[in-house]
């Protein structure tokens, strides 16, 4: 038997019979189609997989027309095909019936003359073949075993490539939800970036314009990465989108989005949402936050912004949120990122808010985008790593210098309205 590597031969070519068990049992639900006119050699093939493989479904006939019939009719995992028969003979009868099947593997049964056509059918597509004058029961069971084995590789490994075009396919679609660009304003400069972990991203961010002129910008972070975190990640963009677009009061979207992702979602999943709306007439802000850290860095000192509510979807109903509100001054610096990049890791440390903080502060002279590719960059650096391993998001907006709106007051320390959820401390 001439056999692909690894088909019934190891050691450079040398067969091992000693190696090989005295049965290899198939499962009698895989069906065997044996194409082979010869009543003698049909015949003998059966007994030898009886005794090579136990008990075998087989079901025999003796012409290629009829093969094509009943692989039309039935399932079968594995064809045994005699080349020469009384409607077709040599190469032509393998293809002809290959072009018949799918994902099923034929093994050739061939004479000695014949062995120079089998390779060749080989060389086309047959996972093996026999020479029926020269084999045994282990060699024939071996072949048929293999041949099988091989074929549900293959269709695993096709399987696979599948799947990874649907998640490619799938991760495209996700890269469409995000901005392609900051909005534009003379006062403020909006730089945004965002490094995912793997295939599905579950961290958000979005800018929104309001009906009332207004501007919401957003990051969120949902609870894991993958695939599963990127569909409520899409499903919370969809929310917030919607109730802006209906003209919900910004203190009633976060309820009205806890209800929809909570009912929407896996039991424990959850999702930190800071939404910061930005009024361009009086170039104000006021902030509404689910548990999502926030800072802005003053020229001489650093606020954090404070938590109003636990994060979206942990439970059925939250009351409507509180805001706070506060200004840029020239040069001040909004900071919204999610976790991922705190906690991008270097052995047991991790980045940490110091080296974030330090960094942006470092670099604030730099435009906005700048200070995104920057900070992604550091804590990529940090962790020693071209891919994180969390996602990354970041929204830097900075007060352009030239912009003289009157100086307010800094944003008190503790949390009002009794907050019990302070951020980044």
Known sequence: MTARPGFGYSDGGTQQKSSIPTQMFLDTSHPILLVEDSSTDAALIQAKLRLGLGEVNVTRVESLSAAIQRIGEETFTVILLDLNLPDSAGLQTFLTLSAHVTDVP??????????????????????????????????????VRFAIERNNRLAAERQLLQVR???????????????????????LDIGAGIRSAGMGCGDYFDFVKLNDGRY???????????????????????????????????SRMFPTMNRLIHDGTADGMFVTLLLVIYDPESATFEYHNAGHPGWILRKDHVETLVTHQIPLGLIPEVTVTTSDCFRLNPGDILLMPTDGIQESPSGSSMFG?????????????????EIVDSLLEAALQYADSDTPADDMTLVVIKARERHDSPLLPSMPEKAPHGSPYPVGK
């Open 353 to 369: 808010k110091d080296r974030m903080l330090g960094n942006v502060r470092k670099n604030r002279h730099r435009s906005a985008d």
């Open 106 to 143: 034929i093994v050739v049964l061939s004479s000695m003359e014949d062995s120079e056509t089998a390779v060749q059918a080989v060389a086309a597509g047959a996972d093996d073949y026999v020479q029926k004058n020269h084999f045994d029961a282990q060699t024939l069971a071996k072949s």
């Open 216 to 250: 919401g910008i957003v990051v969120g972070d949902v609870s894991g990465h993958g695939m599963g975190s990127a569909i409520v990640m899409a499903e919370t963009r969809t929310c917030l989108r919607t109730v802006a677009e209906l003209g919900v009061d910004p």
């Open 165 to 187: 075009n649907e998640l490619n396919t799938a991760q495209h679609i996700q890269d469409s939800l995000y901005p392609r660009q900051s909005p534009k304003f003379d006062e």
